[in-house]
């Protein structure tokens, strides 16, 4: 039993230096990061950054942080930002966000109201701490202009992982679920009220091949993007939806490589806002539905238009319609 007792006595106590040397390191690493950050084109303040947790956890607070960068007009300031850890996984970290934030933009001041907003990420523990996956979401997010103006969601989210079996092949997903835009912004795209006030969703489903890992000690973070396979980026609004699928690269000169296959259900109805809008004359509706019945791959489907969007050459076409020069993609 003393044997028992006094083995026990060990591992805690050794467990309790390794607890005691990690929150070091944490706070000391973020400090130096922040000063780093701080030292360059970037300004950040705070009040204070302590790590607390003992035993399980390594729990680091930052209060009243700003983050500015007076060259691009950026601000960030919120009251509360925390990192937290499991001790025995510190390479997997959850970030929370407080419910109000204040973001300002070329000198406009924008609110972030949420009922909930975290960020989740995991790296490989290694010494270049190779990127594994990234998640955020924001529940009820509210983003306000000073005069009240504001975009409301149900429910944000947005993720990036490595894909299985891959060193630099990424998985990225984002979803905006119940999309309120502000009555002027409505308005605008929508004079006569012909849709829903809520656009019942915009998702992204693609995978992004680098040409080098992402790592967060490596000299280069982010790599350039090789391919990009477009599984899915639709949008939702009452009974129009928009749909596209493809894959792309780049070529040599950088332009973008590929053709992209575009799909619009209830097209005569965005016919109908387009014209209300003012940004196509009713005279000239006839005119656009003939060409776009010429370049329609699929008219056996009523109401629906499927054309592909082809990049070859530098060359940009929609069906056989030249459209102009490929916008690049690096």
């Known amino acids: 039993m003393r044997k028992l007792i006094a083995l026990v006595v060990i591992l805690a106590t050794l467990y309790g230096g390794y607890w005691f040397i990690g929150r070091a390191q944490v706070q000391s690493r973020l400090t130096e990061a922040l000063a780093q950050i701080d030292a360059g084109a970037t300004e950040i303040s705070y009040d204070d950054l302590s790590t607390r947790g ?30 937290l850890a499991l001790s025995y996984r510190p390479n997997n970290v959850r970030a929370h966000f407080p419910e109000e934030q204040v973001f300002t933009l070329d000198g406009e001041r924008f609110t972030l109201l949420t009922e909930e907003m975290v960020a989740r990420g995991q790296v490989s523990p290694s010494t270049t701490l190779p990127f594994q996956q990234a998640e955020l979401e924001l529940v009820n997010p509210r983003l306000r202009t000073e005069e009240g103006a ?33 009555d002027y912004i409505r308005r605008l795209a929508d004079p006569q009220n012909l849709q829903p006030p809520m656009i019942q969703s915009l998702r992204l489903d693609a995978d992004i091949d680098l040409d080098a890992p992402i790592a967060l000690n490596a000299d280069v973070t982010m790599g350039r993007i090789e ?14 939806s928009l749909s596209a699928i493809g ?29 209300a809008a003012g940004v196509v004359s009713g005279d000239s509706r006839e005119l656009y539905t003939t060409i776009l019945n010429g370049v329609d791959e699929t008219p056996h489907i009523p109401d629906t238009l499927t054309a592909t969007l ?12 030249p ?5 690049r993609l690096r």
């Open 54 to 83: 003992f035993p399980s956890r390594f729990d680091t607070t930052i209060t009243n942080l700003t983050v500015a960068d007076p060259t691009a007009g950026v601000r960030w300031e919120t009251p509360i930002f925390q990192l």
């Open 247 to 275: 894959d792309l690269a780049p070529d040599e000169m950088g332009r973008i490589n590929g053709s992209v296959t575009l799909a619009a259900r209830n097209w005569s109805r965005i016919f109908d806002l387009l014209i």
């Open 150 to 182: 504001e975009i409301s969601l149900a429910r944000l989210f947005a993720a990036m992982r490595l894909a299985p079996d891959t060193d630099q092949t990424y998985d990225a997903f984002f979803e905006a679920r119940s999309l309120a835009l502000p």
């Open 227 to 240: 391919t990009l396979s477009i599984r899915e980026l639709a949008l939702d609004w009452g009974e129009i």
């Open 323 to 327: 459209l102009g020069e490929a916008p």
């Open 310 to 321: 082809a990049f070859d050459d530098g060359v940009m076409t929609l069906g056989p319609l």
